[in-house]
């Protein structure tokens, strides 16, 4: 969807307040946000928005849909989603918000300087497309609410020396039990991930039979299977133990082994038949990965 007009830039608490027409924030870097109480303009919201700041959301009974890149995703049951500072979103009409639900809205200056600060740029789930979010049993979904209203009750108090102490450690624990809850839905949906599975092996084959090919990245592979590259590089860890770039550079030396000792090839024929722009890196890859060289490798077989 091409937009008509530049994204709306949102870049404060205060901002987002505004844009949403609700009061102001009761902090200036956090807040909470009930969905019932949102009344988006319609004026500006076919231009999107750039929210440089995290947003963390648990949406219930959501009746429209939100649109990411080329694809729209309906929400029709409680899920959580991610959004990190500069990513682009918007919604196909202001009617189609969620009935219930709430948002927690963090500038990156209420976590600068703590060690959360690192832990939020670290966590994958903030990179996911919108129809990789995270779907919670009713179990998970008490969970989650019970630690959104442990940080709601701080964000309506007073502010003191321990509030920011303590809303950092609720969105610690926030974190930690998300990533749980994603490595469950990564088992629970085996037979889908599996579908992926033979989807990345079919990209490989395709690849290793068109010798014009260049090297593959995590983003190409994600992109022909339709998810997001954190998405990919998870869902390989959980089902192979490897991250999706790991999981590229031991299919090229799989298949580099294969070629030195099937074939007469030149190890600079062999690299830019996978891909590889320069021998070199091939060579380095190839050592890196098996502690001897290409050709040492060959006289193995010799």
């Not at 009713?138 to 442990?150: D, P, Q, R, T, V």
Request: net charge neutral.
């Amino acid at each position: 969807m091409k937009l008509s007009q530049p994204p709306v830039h949102v870049n404060s608490v205060s901002e987002m307040h505004r844009y949403l027409n609700l009061p102001g924030p009761e902090h200036p870097l956090i807040s909470m946000i009930s969905f019932k109480d949102v009344e988006p303009s319609a004026a500006n919201w076919d231009r999107g928005m750039v929210i440089n700041m995290y947003i963390i959301a648990i949406k219930k009974e959501f009746l429209g849909k939100i649109h990411y890149d080329q694809g729209y995703y309906d929400f029709d049951e409680g899920m959580m989603s991610f959004i990190a500072p500069g990513q682009i979103c918007y919604q196909s009409g202001p009617g189609d918000n969620p009935r219930g639900g709430q948002m927690l809205l963090i500038h990156p200056d209420f976590i600068q300087n703590s060690p959360l600060a690192k832990t939020m740029k670290n966590q994958a789930f903030f990179s996911y497309s919108v129809n990789e979010a995270l779907y919670l049993s009713k179990k998970e979904e008490l969970i989650i609410e019970g630690i959104m209203a442990n940080i709601a009750q701080e964000y309506h108090s007073a502010i003191d020396s321990f509030s920011q102490d303590l809303i950092l450690s609720y969105i610690e624990l926030l974190l930690n039990y998300s990533n749980r809850f994603y490595a469950r839905q990564f088992m629970t949906r085996k037979t889908a991930h599996n579908d992926l599975l033979v989807k990345v092996e079919n990209i490989f084959e395709s690849h290793f039979e068109n010798t014009q090919n260049k090297l593959p990245t995590v983003r190409d592979i994600a992109e022909k299977l339709n998810v997001s590259p954190g998405y990919l590089s998870d869902m390989l860890r959980t089902y192979t133990g490897q991250s999706a770039q790991q999981h590229i550079h031991n299919k090229l030396i799989d298949k580099a082994k294969e070629i030195l000792t099937t074939t007469p090839l030149s190890v600079s024929e062999i690299a830019y038949r996978l891909g590889f722009e320069y021998p070199q890196s091939f060579n380095k890859l190839f050592k890196n990965k098996t502690n001897i060289s290409p050709l040492e490798y060959r006289k193995q077989f010799n």
